[in-house]
């Protein structure tokens, strides 16, 4: 059985155990304040051009939207997402949990855009019952987002514009942020992110690491105390180094860009498969998660040897389904699938 | 250098990095969905004799007090603990972020007794405007204390009682359990844990483990829905086999106590080295923190060579200061404290 | 300027003043434990036939919906809505600063159906990762909705046994329940809400108090220890009694259905008078709220003599405007209001 | 029976009734958007010389410092109080239900110094984990205190250097402000008031209104946006003009002081018949509470006629007790009880 259900299936790359083991007896200080963080956070700066950004790292996803959102809202604030935006389905209102709403917009292919968030900021300050309303105080997007889409940069440019008009912080959810730099067609560089977002995490958990989550404030006005945050939402980790160690790792040599180069071109070979064999697609996309529509038969067949998530029920025959390839995809594995789907 | 400021200084035991190794590359679903996660709580209901306990894995302490906390009290309810609680103190006020007060009542060498709790109980319900104060909903423990003291069995079995009548969970909060239990003098056993509290973590971060808590749930009435609160609370880890591999190995072969009695014994020579010498203690204790009450040329005397921490102000010439040994304190490095103890 | 932009434009029925005089030196205790508190309590109870039903009064809507719905939820669980409902738009996210999601459902006409709300929790059941979502833990409706539009008996009836179903208390929004009650067509009574609603409340506010809304639990289950949520949301009024008179004078001798009797018919004339002009509406309904589509001149003439609300922009053309009467409305100002409309 | 029990047993002052019965079918606009709402701020501001103020009016204490304390507080910070302090005691943990700390320092006679606040900062910042301790972000006093005592001019302007050196803003609960001005030895004014804090409140509750707190922002930076945080804590009155015709008749040709002057004259002649028969007090002031310690057989004495609070036991065979006078308490009922305490 092959499982391509996430991203998250197996440990680490392995020389973040051998980074483990190295250190593993050497005394040092918790709470983040060890040279592992310290170097760690200079080599995002340095890749990630951003001389003066305040860098954090945390354990997970939910934890660090929580912790990230609460922080930059007001107490009458709440955080513009797309509906289908991870802080406002699968995140059991982790939000809300700190007091705010989620002020959630159509999208479209998971994105939502400038002029959407510009009328809806727009409609709330004309409304004469304004106050009576959530504010909206902040902007959430993923990149790429929950359907493996992808801004352009000259999207995510006018988005900052629209912030920036508004006021409202923009933070770029990055959980899965090296499959979507690495895509084809992604006209995003690194150094782009400090210039377009207030803030950002680069995700380790799903690209590498046993976790972890680098939290980059490009502007670092806005990460004051922060490490109080981190501690109330139960976010700061005690042997900090650990987190530490694995973002050394992986920004050393490029490692974090590799191994997602490989799962994105892991995963075009998936797409292909499914492609050349004439089955459509829920999203057109180009990162390390794959969605194709399938009739009942062949989710069967396909059953029987790999895991898969069953994404979207499409019609009475048919379902969109999601295959997910990771740093950890070995190329046997999509030998096979594409065997399979050939044979379907 | 040799540092004795904490029991998270160092990694893991080595042979959870091997566990992490042995098992890296395997596929396994997420969230504590694994079967290694279901086999560590089958060892902690086996070794705690509580087989119908419900277990969960939080990654850190104060993620795992919120989260319990919160999930325990009604919106007008508190938590009873003692004024040096750690969630009173060092959680950065994470109870009180979740809605919740911290009722906190004057300890005594760390603990509080069951006399205080039922009379505060007690003079809440009969405060004719008792609606008007918060009630009080359950009680935190800590085992040890911050102060390194341990409860007895029978203070622990008197508090249960109160609890009980009151309507009151007991909570005890275990992150260094093992070195609780493996004191010396200690009267508690691990089956008696269960007995006693309706909830209760065993600690990994300070015990062996990269980062963990095990939450067990004796009254698993007060578990429902236990999940979406770790989620809720940021603390559900993707890769929650993390979690299970680290606890299956602590459980195995008694690990987690042979690691605790090693720290404890280790303290017990840095104690008696501080005695002979005719030092007096902040507070008599016997588990892994020693207290010594130093002049301030033997605090700066020790400083060359060694870390500690001052942890409170005694006179003009005198602070009381802590040790910290771990299963991670190598014999030499006591050897070397003991010298230099005996040389002041 | 004869104002129908709202139903609290003015002061309360003046037998509420003569009440307030009446009783002004009077010695009473406060927060509610007063003998005017216990008699409306007891009115309510008669009139709407709940014998052991829990009532409560609050001052005021927003805080009310708030105290309520915090006080019934778990903290992991949200609340059943309209997309349209008060508390999802305009209450400023109070729900959300208790710590919990508005589930919001797209309305027709203002309600939601009995279906949507059974699929939306079969759903969440059935999705493999429920847990990393909000739990759908009650459902709240108005009746009338903000469309001022009403459900059928046997529409509340199907809402209460999905409820029942999937274990959601179900809380009605009555801020104007009386103009729900006397409208025409409305085929609920008084002594329906406590066998379909497990929890709503009488609104005073809008329809004859100076303020109040009256919560009755007819579940009094689910009103445990309610004096202390009350209390911790500063719902409690020092001089509990203001309350207790107002409702007391309200129940009297059907009072409060007499005046949104009243009301209705009024808000009856100004609805005929549109519609004898052959304007359309945004929604039909029979309440105390008119929603006629009007052409920018006609606005523009009426607001020369008269205030009232733009609801919604229909066209390049047209608008949708809100009417209100109320209890205080005299027959003269909808008769000039008629005329009015007539002479466009 | 005639009542000292509290100050908020009787209605209001008869010339609001009177103010409420003249407007009572006038239209106005809601949410404090009313004519009443602004002159009555131009009054405070006039009365109280802080012509740059923003000021608000709520309806309730309770309400008044949940939302002033968590518009002010960054969410890991605290509000420092006396242990003794209403938010810490009686408001059912309002404030921590909006997520915050309350940090509670010991007080001396109901009142803390700025000695004990600067230390408190001062122990803050210099602990190394200060980041794992709730950060103190402001400071809650009450005049008069708990207790009934005053702090005098210099121990506020001491305080506010305190607070202003540490950025914390000064709050003052006045919920019975005028009580306090009004006592003989008091040496504030109320100009003196907006020099000192940067927001205060004005108490119409217990002071001659049926309800109503005026929030004035004598720091009008810190009032930004403070309607939505209103809104969204249930505080915003619909028919917000109830709020500004009583205060406008408070502050009307000085009313508001000849009240609370009428209550603590009332009150030194209470204390004084205890005073003359030798009775001790809990605490010595000169406010609209008085103490006194009594026999068990005088309070059985006392009870058959008169109705006032156990507040605190002293020793087997004596209590404290309140009487409480208020704008509402005749000379009669002072003279009865006079008669009464002579008759011991």
Redesign the interface.
Known sequence: M??F??D?????H?SI?DA??E?????????GSDPHCTKAADMIRYIFDCPDAEVHFL??????N??VI??LL???Q?VVCAQSGHIN??????V???????LALPPHEGKITAEQIDAFAQAHYSDF?F?????PGMVYLSLPTELGTLYTKQELLDIKEVCRNWEMPLFIDGARLGYGLEASGCDILPKDLPQIADVFYIGG??QGA??GEAVVFSNPALAQ?F???I?????????GR?LGIQFETLMNEGLYFKLARHADRMADRVRDAFRQKGFPFLVENTTNQVFPILPHAAIERLSKDF?FECWQHVDAEHDGVRFCTSW?TPESAVRALEDAVRDL
């Open positions: 092959i499982l259900e996430s998250y299936l197996e440990g680490c392995p155990l483990l083991r250190t593993n007896l050497k005394q040092t200080h918790g709470y354990v997970g996803g939910t934890q660090t929580a912790t609460s922080s007001k107490p009458y709440g389905v699968h995140e059991t209102g982790a809300e949990h700190t007091g705010h709403k989620v019952s106050e009576h309303m959530v504010q958990t799903k046993l976790f105390d490490r109080y945050n501690k109330q939402n139960g976010g700061m980790l005690a042997k650990l895991g950890a």
